[in-house]
T-cell receptor, first 110, second 110 residues
Framework: QKEVEQNSGPLSVPEGAIASLNCTYSDRGSQSFFWYRQYSGKSPELIMS????GDKEDGRFTAQLNKASQYVSLLIRDSQPSDSATYLC??????????FGTGTSLTVIP | EAQVTQNPRYLITVTGKKLTVTCSQN?????MSWYRQDPGLGLRQIYYSMNVEVTDKGDVPEGYKVSRKEKRNFPLILESPSPNQTSLYFC?????????FGPGTRLTVL
């Protein structure tokens, strides 16, 4: 069973702070890594993808990947109340399947 | 507008009554997938399709069927629904591993 683990939270940060979300995965053959945001009652939407070790920045979002430690993280800088959502980590390997974590609930307090 | 559509959005049915949830995408994506989302279990992949007439089982395929006769459509079939299939279902299509999700179908099986 290929697993993707996330801390379910809830994680609360004040507005303007950095939110740090973490994810570990069990399959060393995993090649593609994704962060999705899901607002309550809505469908997941892709916010970041990362494929190689290191950091990838997109606006206020930075994804970090460490394949040796089987660890991927998402940093949200200058957090806004509109960032309050559940963040899903997803992993894909050579088998074209996707595995999702159970999500981390983030609340940004104004 | 590029989108993935699902129908119906809400469905209440009874055990054993065959049903089909339709999924359609207008982005010419080759990859399509079905997921179910349950509290505490996250998103789990049911079936996926790499292209027309090519389908593969995901993590939780038992009790479900799919078909891919056309590139744009990927229906999910429950031949004999049971209460443990009560869930929120998402269809997704993908280009280059980046998935776009439909709005979801909330299914209740009594």
């Amino acid at each position: 069973q290929k697993e993707v683990e996330q801390n379910s939270g809830p994680l609360s940060v004040p507005e303007g702070a950095i939110a740090s979300l973490n994810c570990t995965y069990s399959d060393r053959g995993s090649q593609s890594f994704f962060w999705y945001r899901q607002y309550s009652g809505k469908s997941p939407e892709l916010i970041m993808s990362i494929y190689s070790n290191g950091d990838k920045e997109d606006g206020r979002f930075t994804a970090q990947l460490n394949k040796a430690s089987q660890y991927v993280s998402l940093l949200i800088r200058d957090s806004q109340p509109s960032d309050s959502a559940t963040y899903l980590c997803a992993v894909s390997g050579t088998g074209n399947q996707f595995y999702f974590g159970t999500g981390t609930s983030l609340t940004v307090i104004p | 507008e590029a989108q993935v559509t699902q129908n119906p959005r809400y469905l209440i049915t009874v055990t054993g009554k065959k049903l089909t949830v339709t999924c359609s995408q207008n982005m010419n994506h080759e990859y399509m997938s079905w997921y179910r989302q349950d509290p505490g279990l996250g998103l789990r992949q049911i079936y996926y399709s790499m292209n027309v007439e090519v389908t593969d089982k995901g993590d939780v395929p038992e009790g479900y069927k799919v078909s891919r006769k056309e590139k744009r459509n990927f229906p999910l079939i429950l031949e004999s629904p049971s209460p443990n299939q009560t869930s929120l279902y998402f269809c997704a299509s993908s280009y280059d591993n980046e998935q776009f999700f439909g709005p979801g179908t909330r299914l209740t099986v009594l």
